[in-house]
């Protein structure tokens, strides 16, 4: 009997127990107050790690490197974009706002110099778009746009056609990123996210594509030349005294500089008023 009363206490009591809320001591607000303060805190961790690059992720503001480049519309390798964006204000200072945050640029050479400013374009953040940005050419999943001083030439799927065998066929918009501007065979394809393509190491190159599906225009034509013209580009300069001032002579440093005198590279350099043979080059 004692066995059977002890289970109907049992079952009376889970009966009564049955709906019923369980509480913490002193309400719900602590909880609830904890519970909100760890989103908030996950929340800030995820945007620190997405928002802030890593500094010790290259490409790094001591860096300086090349990768070649080039449009290809239809069955045509496109001209370079033009322009170095080094032009200064008559205050001195950069006009190009792209290139005064970036310092990412070409020199008409189908060739990205990527030696960054600042951290907008370093370690997770140099990416293909910030190159772009910088001479308003627009890459979209559908279209390649230039600005107007870039010839200002759109290339639309759906709307630009390319003529296949006299007949003409929708082209579309895909970018090849090459791991090394000297092998065809190691490559990332991309469809849409252009802007989002990342410069992951020196001596890449991409092609920027609207062509009819499956064509492969394989390396752009400036990355046979890629090592001659980032050597071109690093190459040491020389500031030559004139009468009217000095002059910069990137990459020369075959001569000597006499002030006042004009300097003639792999030639002698002799001051004003000096007599000399007439077989020697001498300053106006």
Not at 87 to 99: K, M, N, P, R, V
Not at 130 to 146: A, C, M, R
Not at 219 to 233: F, I, K, R, T, V
Request: some cysteine.
């Amino acid at each position: 009997m004692g066995k059977a009363s002890s289970a109907k206490k049992v079952a009376r009591l889970a009966q009564k127990g049955k709906g019923r809320k369980v509480r913490f001591q002193g309400g719900t607000l602590f909880p609830a107050l904890i519970v909100g303060i760890s989103v908030v805190g996950l929340a800030l961790i995820v945007y620190s790690r997405s928002s802030i690059p890593n500094q010790n992720v290259p490409p790094t503001v001591e860096d300086h490197w090349h990768a070649s480049y080039g449009f290809y519309a239809c069955d045509t390798w496109l001209p370079d974009l033009q322009g170095n964006k080094e032009e200064l204000d008559t205050a001195g200072q950069l006009i190009s706002d792209g290139f005064r945050r970036t310092g990412i640029h070409s020199h008409d050479d189908g060739v990205i110099h990527w030696h960054p400013y600042t951290s907008a374009a370093t370690g997770r953040n140099a990416k293909l778009g910030v190159f772009l940005d910088v001479y308003g050419v627009k890459v979209s999943d559908t279209k390649i746009e230039f600005p107007a001083d870039q010839g200002g030439a759109v290339y639309e799927e759906g709307v630009t056609k390319c003529t296949v065998d006299g007949k003409e066929v929708d082209g579309e918009v895909v970018v090849y990123a090459f791991d090394s501007y000297d092998n065809a065979d190691e490559l990332s394809t991309y469809i849409t996210n252009f802007d989002e393509i990342r410069l992951k190491n020196d001596a890449m190159a991409f092609s920027i594509v609207f062509a009819p599906a499956g064509s492969k225009p394989g390396l752009p034509p400036s990355a046979a030349s890629l090592p001659e013209l980032g050597a071109a580009d690093m190459a040491p300069t020389t500031t030559v005294a004139t009468d009217a001032g000095a002059t910069t002579v990137p990459g020369d440093t075959s001569s000597t500089t006499v002030p006042g005198a004009t300097t003639v590279p792999s030639a002698s350099t002799v001051a004003p008023g000096t007599t000399v043979p007439a077989s020697t080059t001498t300053s106006p």
